[in-house]
């Protein structure tokens, strides 16, 4: 679904994790390319990985979790950012499973984080469920290192300096 800047064969359906310290722009990087998407008359969604756990707890607690699991697979381009700062409670660690698995074949996933994929365990808190996860997330998927200078602390430096 993503259409720059992969070559044509990946244009179908492109995932992308971007990995790296806080302030080095995977959000805005993110959001530019949900943009950028939605100009080209794509669907997309952006959620923070808290957020989409919550929404998705809700909707199973209401009985409406096969809906909105339905709706999510039909967006062409799901953002998932900040998923690190939080550790997720199991049932929010499988509902985040399910939607990443199910979107593995369907539609483009961007999804930003601060860790590792050695340390998602201690996002996921179970090694299969975060090993299956990686599996998932990496096949395919462009994997962009992110770690660099936090681009607001340069701002904040910038304006003492000034």
């Not at 669907?43 to 009985?63: I, M």
């Not at 709706?71 to 381009?77: P, T």
């Not at 985040?96 to 601060?114: D, K, M, P, W, Y």
Request: aromatic fraction near 8%; glycine fraction near 6%.
């Amino acid at each position: 679904m993503l259409l720059y800047p992969w070559p044509k064969r990946d244009r179908r359906k492109a995932d992308i994790v971007m990995i790296g310290n806080p302030g080095t722009r995977k959000t805005h990087l993110s959001i530019a390319l949900g943009l950028k998407a939605c100009v080209h008359g794509y669907s997309v969604r952006f959620f923070t990985a808290a957020g989409l756990v919550t929404k998705l707890a809700e909707a199973q607690d209401e009985k409406r979790l096969g809906r909105m699991l339905k709706e999510l697979s039909r967006v062409n381009l799901l953002i998932v950012d900040e998923l690190s700062y939080i550790s997720l409670p199991r049932q929010g660690a499988e509902l985040l499973f399910q939607v990443i698995s199910e979107r593995s074949e369907r539609g483009s996933i961007i999804i930003n984080t601060n860790l590792d994929f050695s340390k998602w365990e201690e996002i996921f808190g179970d090694r299969m469920l975060a090993a299956a996860l990686v599996d998932r997330v990496t096949f395919k998927s462009h994997i962009l290192n992110m770690n660099a200078e936090s681009y607001r602390l340069k701002q904040l430096q910038k304006a003492r300096a000034s």
